[in-house]
């Protein structure tokens, strides 16, 4: 749920496609017509927005 909510379009098409699709992010920056470096800070950051939304639900720690 956290994915679907808390996640923008892009986010989740770059975390689904790197994180479960196993997609090369070179391949991905590729097709999306950005560049390694755009593709590493979307995950970055939707990462960090799932972290956060799961110790908010009371799972995990809060590292902050």
Avoid: W
Wanted: glycine letters at 6%; zero cysteines; proline letters at 2%.
């Amino acid at each position: 749920r956290a994915v679907r909510e808390r996640l923008t379009e892009r986010q989740r098409l770059v975390f689904q496609s790197v994180t479960m699709d196993d997609v090369p992010i070179d391949v991905l920056a590729e097709r999306l017509g950005t560049s390694r470096g755009a593709i590493y800070k979307m995950l970055h950051d939707a990462r960090a927005n799932l972290r956060r939304a799961l110790t908010e639900a009371g799972h995990g720690e809060d590292l902050s």
